[in-house]
């Protein structure tokens, strides 16, 4: 089972850059597709971006252009770069993993794994 561990967030003014980090332990990390989601309060959990199991990766419209997703199998970690970054980005960003299958994954329920959670704010 694998185990995943969130860095990288705080506070940031708006057009600002963050990177985030996800370390996982235990497990093939190589042959899981990895997901980073945000939840803002009052807010359901959304997906944010994908990096599947293939190499592949997508992103929610909201994000496209400003986020890129990255994963480093040899460090068994997934980045998740934010530039241009806008006080709506604001939200406890997520990591997630699901063992191989379809390569495009955009639900929470479709992950198994979840972090702890690192706190994004971004200020006007």
């Known amino acids: 089972q694998v185990q995943l561990v969130e860095s990288g967030g705080g506070l940031v003014q708006a057009g600002g850059s963050l990177r985030l980090s996800c370390a996982a332990s235990?497990?093939?990390?190589?042959?899981?597709?990895m997901g980073w989601f945000r939840q803002a309060p009052g807010k359901e959990r959304e997906f944010v971006a994908g990096?599947?199991?293939?190499?592949?990766?997508y992103y929610a419209d909201s994000v496209k252009g400003r986020f890129t997703i990255d994963r480093d199998n040899a460090k068994n970690t997934v980045y998740l770069q934010m530039n241009s970054l806008k006080p709506e980005d604001t939200a406890e960003y997520y990591c997630?993993?699901?063992?191989?299958?379809?390569?495009?994954?955009?639900?929470?329920?479709?992950?198994?794994?979840w972090g702890q959670g690192t706190q994004v704010t971004v200020s006007s």
């Open positions: 235990r497990g093939t990390f190589s042959t899981y597709t």
């Open positions: 997630a993993a699901v063992r191989l299958g379809a390569e495009v994954r955009l639900t929470s329920y479709e992950y198994d794994y």
């Open positions: 990096a599947s199991w293939t190499g592949r990766t």
